[in-house]
């Protein structure tokens, strides 16, 4: 089933050069292909939205102050099973509890800056893309 997820390389990520490496794992997964792409410098207003669920726990303002600390790359990912596919080559919230071999498993050691973000269901998917991008939706 072919499905488009929403996928953010966060501010670690481009920082630390690691962008080519994570869409490198991305583009080797057979059939996927990437549909959108931008390095951008995300808005507080549009987390906000994005991460609204988080609201009021504890990590949520320095979690807001992180991702805008600098560009993140902004995708949207389309391939069969691609929502599940994505949450498994990221890996676990926490890079330490993240196997190796998974984004967050092989770069990651703490747990606000791990790396990327994938949408975790269908219905997140569709509304995150539309955040994002709100011409593909
Ligand atoms: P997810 O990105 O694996 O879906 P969520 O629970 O949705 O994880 O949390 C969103 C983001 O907030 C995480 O990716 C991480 O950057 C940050 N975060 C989540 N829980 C914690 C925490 O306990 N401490 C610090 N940061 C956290
Ligand atoms: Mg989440």
């Given at each position: 089933m072919s499905q488009r997820t929403l996928v953010l390389l966060k501010?670690?990520?481009v920082r630390r050069g690691l962008v080519g490496e994570?869409?490198?794992?991305?583009?080797a997964k057979?059939?996927?292909s990437i549909a959108a792409l931008e390095l951008r410098t995300l808005e507080k207003a549009t987390l906000e939205t994005h991460y609204a669920e988080h609201e009021g726990k504890p990590f949520y303002p320095p979690l807001?102050?992180?991702m805008v600390s600098g560009p993140s790359v902004v995708l949207v990912v389309e391939g069969e099973?691609?929502?599940e596919g994505m949450r498994t080559l990221s890996g676990p919230t926490d890079p330490i509890a993240a196997a190796p071999g998974?984004?967050?498993?092989?770069?990651?050691s703490i747990v606000r800056e791990n790396l990327i973000?994938?949408?975790d269901?269908?219905?997140s998917a569709e509304r995150e893309i539309k955040i994002f991008f709100p011409s593909q939706a």
């Open positions: 501010p670690d990520a994570i869409i490198g794992r991305i583009e057979a059939g996927w807001m102050e992180f099973r691609v929502i998974s984004i967050r498993g092989d770069f990651g973000h994938a949408s269901s269908e219905e």
